[in-house]
């Protein structure tokens, strides 16, 4: 049977090799922890904490300012000792708390379990959003939001998203493997939330291991387990749920306009730790890979560990990397240096070598299209991208740049090297500063 | 033969009277004050006067809603020239030219990772704000250069942008496009400026650029009444800078410089002391 999938799209080498068969290790906890107020998709939260107190592990140490921003928590037991800009994975410096961990790891007293049979939907996005719980996948985009639709927009099929089509990272493809139990929980969890007909984890043919695992699991529940066929960027919203259920998501809308919500695997274990345990969202896996790290892993980190621990732990640098990417090597953040903190969307860490990034010059447009065969929202990458270049922001728009999803499948395919995402981004952004203004 | 002859006169002459009756009824009345200041405006659109091109300043102009020093291209000259067209009192400003405030170029200053995407500086700027170290120096990708609507900008080959004295006219077009606001609008008469515009502390600045003002007060010391200090970086005062000349020696990062004498490195401009031509 042919497996289902989107249209456009390219096939990267997936390079999962290096880390896919390490089960997932939990990291010692590093010297000093860097936790970076701003974490989410949202108005960054406030540091609630001062310096020299003493928190438990999982108290509040940043709270949300406003409904689409998140609370930030403490990941071990231990000394506040400076609440200051420190570099961040967005390249610029931003207020973090800074920790250094008492060694004790001790929770906080507060965090009680519940039975979720006793709780309300209502009382379970509470939980969530109380738990600091974002979209996993990377772009960290608050969960209870999402949870709380408009009442007209009934959400009928919710989707988990399996798939991880970045190449290199294997951290929700060990996740599902070593603990579907907990992904399943937070599965029947938001679909009482959202009172979905349909539920489907969609996972890429590239995991047999994990599809045979959770078919064996999901037998008699009403959960559907779907192949897809492996391509980026199928994890992508839009692009999953064009696999899944062949429906399109209209320009400018979201998916709940045509009645599907998509959620991570990883989200769904969180919100599972945040319902039953009563526990925030501190820690994630994340996969430690790439040609230039001496020991490739699966790690199960604390949210603000800094990357030269994750490289510590990991046996070192083979040489010095040509290239830092948080996330992974599609749409990953390319980082200065190892100061910076993993955060809650950092679903990678990983190490190119110089002869891996080799740049090539830019060239002129041949007119081949490729970047048009590519883009799975059918765009026209080239033509947006030189209008976005002349600062043409009317015709820029006309060509809705609004809707590119910024996947990099059009700068990957292009023969002559063109920066398409970099000049379309350009151009949405100066689109937008515009709206501001006027 | 016969037919064709008429049909196509025919055609001819009926085009010609509508086009004539045309031309007769529905005429625009064009003030011919308008067309002059046109005339003597500099007709380089460059936007500087808040409108999109000469013909929308001249219009204003003669409507009498706008004051007629808002050409700064023009200069002296064409303020005196519309005055006449106006019959109004000219109202003469002091010539502003733009300055580059910095010199460190790739060579001086350091970069924290290597630029890759698109020759533009807004663009690099969105990537973890910029290639370069120092949050306030010029980046080098050339944007105010091609926007310049005068040659008036050339780019050093280690990538500084340096803007000719002679050539600029004050149209601010490069102030709006930095993304970085290095480029400072000064006035034409002041040749000394503070080459730097990073606000960090010395020890910092000094990591990161050779060239950089460090805020060590020495050029205050030396002309109490032409400099001044905020958050670690000297600017001169414009108003009171005759003696600022004398700091130069003095500067221990050599960040300080007489355009009347020289061009920052790399620059192919060569400084015109004696003439000064705009010079109102």
Not at chain 1, 249 to 254: A, M, R
Not at chain 1, 310 to 333: A, T
Request: hydrophobic share 40%; aromatic share 4%.
């Amino acid at each position: 049977m042919k497996l289902k999938t989107f249209t456009g799209g390219i096939h990267p080498p997936d390079n999962k090799q290096w880390s896919s068969h390490k089960a997932i290790e939990n990291c010692p906890l590093p010297a000093e922890f860097i936790v970076p107020l701003a974490q989410h998709i949202g108005a960054p939260s406030v540091a609630c904490v001062e310096v020299g107190q003493h928190v438990a592990k999982g108290q509040e140490i940043g709270s949300a300012k406003g409904f689409v921003s998140v609370p930030v928590h403490a990941p071990t037991s231990g000394e506040i000792v400076a609440v200051e800009s420190r570099p961040h994975p967005w390249g610029t410096a931003l207020p973090a708390v800074v920790i250094k961990p008492d060694g004790e790891d001790r929770w906080s007293a507060e965090l009680q379990p519940a039975d979720p049979s006793d709780l309300s939907v209502d009382d379970m996005v509470e939980k969530v959003r109380q738990a600091g719980v974002v979209g996993m996948g990377g772009a960290a985009f608050p969960a209870h939001v999402k949870m709380s639709p408009p009442p007209e927009k009934k959400i009928r099929t919710l989707i988990f998203n399996g798939v991880e089509c970045e190449p290199y990272l294997t951290a929700d493809h060990r996740m599902m493997l070593e603990e579907p139990e907990r992904i399943l929980r937070g599965v029947a969890l938001l679909q009482y939330v959202f009172g979905a007909e349909r539920v489907v984890i969609g996972v890429e043919a590239n995991k047999p291991d994990v599809i045979d695992l959770l078919e064996k699991e999901c037998a008699g529940t009403p959960v559907e387990i779907m192949a897809l066929q492996v391509k980026y960027p199928q994890g992508a919203e839009k692009q999953l749920i064009a696999a899944v259920t062949g429906g399109e998501v209209p320009s400018g809308g979201l998916p709940m306009d045509i009645g599907v919500a998509v959620h991570n695997v990883a989200t769904a274990a969180a919100v599972t730790d945040a319902v039953i345990h009563g526990r925030p969202l501190i820690e994630r896996i994340c996969t430690v890979t790439g040609p230039a790290i001496r020991e490739p892993k699966n790690l199960r980190i604390r949210i603000g560990t800094p990357l030269s621990h994750l490289v510590d732990v990991c046996g070192g640098l083979v040489e010095e990397p040509g290239k830092i990417i948080l996330g992974g090597p599609m749409m990953g953040f390319t980082q200065l240096g190892f100061d910076v903190p993993s955060t809650r969307g950092t679903s990678g860490l990983l190490l190119l070598r110089s002869e891996d990034v080799a740049a090539q010059p830019e060239g002129p447009c041949i007119r081949c299209a490729r970047c048009v065969q590519a883009c799975p929202i059918h765009l026209l990458p080239a033509t947006i991208a030189a209008y976005a270049r002349r600062d043409l922001l009317a015709e820029t728009e006309e060509y809705c740049a609004m809707d590119c999803i910024e996947c990099g499948s059009c700068s990957y395919v292009c023969p002559a090297a063109i920066p398409l995402v970099q000049a379309i981004r350009y151009g949405k952004a100066a689109i937008l500063a515009k709206k501001r203004n006027s | 033969m016969l037919a064709s002859i008429l049909s196509l006169g025919g055609i001819g002459l009926f085009a010609a009277v509508t086009l004539g009756f045309a031309a007769k009824k529905f005429a625009v009345e064009v003030d011919p004050r308008e067309m002059a200041a046109l005339e003597v405006l500099p007709g380089a659109n460059c936007g500087a006067c808040g409108f999109p091109g000469c013909a929308g300043y001249a219009k204003a102009l003669v409507a009498g809603t706008i004051d007629l020093n808002q050409c700064p291209p023009g200069g002296a000259d064409v303020v005196t020239k519309l005055a006449h067209i106006l019959g109004v009192e000219a109202s003469a400003t002091a010539r502003q030219i733009a300055v580059v405030l910095c010199q460190g170029d790739n060579r001086k200053a350091q970069l924290k990772y290597r630029y890759l995407g698109l020759e533009d500086c807004t663009a690099a700027q969105r990537i973890a704000d910029g290639p370069k170290t120092c949050p306030g120096g010029c980046l080098g990708l050339g944007s105010c250069q091609r926007i310049c609507p005068f040659d008036a900008i050339e780019m050093t080959a280690d990538g500084l942008a340096v803007i000719s004295r002679e050539n600029c006219t004050g149209c601010r077009k490069c102030v709006a496009v930095c993304p970085r606001d290095v480029i400072h609008m000064t006035p034409y008469e002041s040749g000394v400026h503070v080459l730097c515009n990073s606000h960090d502390k010395g020890a910092v600045v000094r990591k990161y650029c050779q060239v950089g003002c460090i805020g060590c007060n020495i050029c205050k010391k030396t002309v109490p009444d032409s400099y001044k200090i905020e958050n670690f970086l000297a600017e001169v005062i414009y108003e009171q800078d005759t003696e600022a000349g004398e700091a130069i020696a003095k500067c221990p990062t050599k960040c300080i410089m007489d355009f009347n004498v020289g061009y920052p490195d790399g620059s192919s401009y060569l400084p015109a002391v004696a003439d000064k031509p705009h010079a109102a």
